[in-house]
């Protein structure tokens, strides 16, 4: 039996008032319950990454979770059509680790559910030779999509999660082995 390749999720917002936890804890479930992931999380909020792009302690640390996973989750909102600047900082704060790692998104937000910021986020992540997974998540309106316990009962957010589980599965073993 393969080892289970390890899947960072990413949080990416970082405001104080943020819907992110949601939407991650409940991302984080469903991929937790994937025998082929070791599922981590690095949430933005809770890392010194520094907007200036110097290194860091922290930035050593996160480049060395980003060196050792196979896949990456990008659970993101989207603020003014873009997606948060904690994001982009967290891209551009390491280089090399990211090639040829496959990626995809979660995102939420007003009417658009976040798409709008996966879109610029696609053209960034073939920049550092990543592999953009095609299916995502999105969830419009995003807030009367959960209820008070985080569940939802939107089954097309649920089922494209698992297509999308599904993908990275199998681009997360060939590129690791690639």
Do not use: C
């Not at 999380?41 to 996160?62: G, K």
């Amino acid at each position: 039996m393969e080892s289970p390749l390890r899947l960072e999720v990413i949080v990416a917002s970082t405001r104080p008032e943020r819907f992110a936890p949601v939407v991650a804890d409940w991302f984080l479930a469903r991929a937790r319950e994937r025998p082929e992931f070791a599922v981590g999380v690095l949430d933005l909020r809770e890392l010194a990454l520094p907007i200036d792009l110097t290194e860091t302690p922290a930035v050593a640390d996160f480049r060395s979770r980003i060196g050792a996973a196979d896949a990456f989750v990008a659970v993101t909102s989207e603020y003014n059509h873009g997606y948060p600047a904690s994001l982009k900082t967290a891209l551009d704060s390491v280089k090399h680790e990211w090639r040829a790692k496959p990626v995809r998104f979660v995102s939420y937000g007003g009417l658009s559910g976040g798409l709008r910021a996966v879109e610029q986020l696609r053209q960034v992540v073939a920049e550092l030779h990543m592999v953009s997974v095609r299916e995502s998540v999105s969830f419009a309106q995003a807030k009367r999509r959960f209820d008070a316990t985080g569940a939802t009962d939107d089954r097309a957010a649920v089922d494209a999660a698992d297509r999308m589980l599904g993908q990275l599965a199998w681009w997360g073993r060939t590129l690791r082995t690639a």
